[in-house]
């Protein structure tokens, strides 16, 4: 009789809680949610990894409009990451291009990604603001041009 009545106080918890998931599922999930999303640039890979601050996600598009794909992907990485059994702390986009030319990066930190995209605690200007940051790949650019300057 106590395993019933422990078992009934336990089981709402049980269904409540958020189901979560493993590297390989993640990325499964994201190329799913992402081939199902309509206008959706083409998806060019996806990489998971650490770095010395935690976990991130990248993913790589390739776009040949001007439209708006950065919202449209950080979103799909917020509504898919959020998910994941370690949290991520940073989201990064690399826009590619069809023409030679510089791919584009873009960075926000997941936490408040999530905030903005899936909870709604923040406005959209706040999230531009103070999480997102387009100048990655220049910072890394530059310092690879002063280590290599022989």
Avoid at 12 to 20: C, D, E, H, R
Avoid at 55 to 62: K, P, Y
């Amino acid at each position: 009789m106590k395993l019933i009545k422990i078992t009934l106080l336990f089981f709402p918890f049980i269904i409540l809680a958020k189901t979560i998931y493993g590297d390989e599922q993640i990325e499964l999930l994201l190329k799913n949610h992402c081939k199902n999303t309509f206008n959706f640039p083409e998806l060019l890979g996806i990489h998971i990894y650490n770095d010395k601050k935690g976990r991130i996600l990248q993913v790589d598009i390739e776009v040949t409009k001007n439209n708006n794909h950065i919202i449209m992907t950080m979103d799909a990485m917020s509504q898919i990451g959020q998910y994941s059994k370690k949290p991520f702390y940073k989201f990064i986009i690399i826009e590619h291009y069809p023409q030679e030319k510089i791919p584009t990066g873009y960075e926000s930190n997941a936490e408040c990604a999530i905030n903005y995209f899936v909870k709604k605690k923040i406005p959209k200007n706040s999230w531009m603001k103070d999480c997102l940051s387009s100048s990655i790949l220049q910072k890394e650019i530059e310092n690879w041009s002063t280590l290599n300057k022989n």
